[in-house]
């Protein structure tokens, strides 16, 4: 989720692509969907509207399998419109069998088909996929979430342990020194011979896990990491729960 001009959108996306994105063999971009009749009033679908909007999804992916190479890139709902991203290899009528497929499959929807040549990708690497912050979000909130699954009580602060690696000794000393003036102790560090970065150092420090409170701090150890050319590889901590 995220807060645009209007009001909020939501962005499914495929993350796996980011490891070989742009992919030459598929430069053109393929952005399709309808505007749903069942919209609340920030734009999104209500509860009961979600089943035709997959459902239609569905659809048209199933056309799109059928007819070309393809790579499902995410999905964007914005403004009561809700629209699927691929990148195909080709475009020969595909623009004529998804008019025909909404028409005879979805005749009171409006919808969109708009077709070009991305074969750097923007669509995916610059719109869809997230930029370092909100990234930063997603992966500290699945983590959150497994917290709050298990009972924890967020509002109650505990030690939380980071780990990070770094490419030289010398790195690793001016990370450790900034670490301590932010009043994390440090819990271990070795050599990890076999690795690019051959550096470790795990620290810790008692702090709130909520998303804004962890997140905050996540941000800040990864931006000092990226500095002193070393890598931010995440955090853990116990789960604690409410008072019986």
């Known amino acids: 989720m995220a807060q645009y001009q209007k009001g909020p959108g939501s962005t499914l996306i495929n993350m796996s692509l980011k490891e070989t994105a742009p992919i030459k063999q598929f430069p053109y971009l393929l952005t399709t969907g309808v505007k749903f009749i069942d919209c609340s009033n920030e734009g999104l679908p209500v509860k009961d509207g979600f089943e035709i909007l997959y459902k239609i999804s569905d659809t048209i992916k199933n056309i799109i399998d059928l007819k070309l190479k393809n790579k499902a890139a995410g999905t964007f709902t914005y403004q009561c419109e809700r629209i699927d991203y691929y990148y195909l290899t080709d475009t020969t009528g595909i623009r004529k069998l998804l008019g025909s497929a909404y028409e005879r499959n979805f005749p009171e929807y409006e919808y969109s088909i708009y077709i070009r040549n991305d074969k750097e990708w923007n669509g995916y690497l610059t719109f869809l996929y ?89 941000i800040g150890l990864r931006k000092k990491a990226k500095e002193l050319n070393g890598e931010y590889d995440g955090w853990e901590t116990v789960v604690v729960k409410q008072n019986p």
């Open 130 to 218: 997230p930029n370092e912050i909100s990234y930063e979000y997603m992966v500290n909130q699945k983590l959150i979430t497994k917290l709050t699954n298990e009972g924890d009580d967020l509002s109650k602060a505990r030690k939380v342990d980071h780990w990070l690696f770094f490419k030289t000794e010398s790195d690793r000393t001016k990370f450790i020194a900034y670490a301590e003036k932010q009043k994390f102790k440090i819990e271990s560090k070795n050599v990890a011979k076999e690795s690019k970065l051959k550096y470790p150092v795990q620290i810790s420090r008692t702090d709130n896990v909520d998303a804004k409170s962890i997140s905050a701090i996540t």
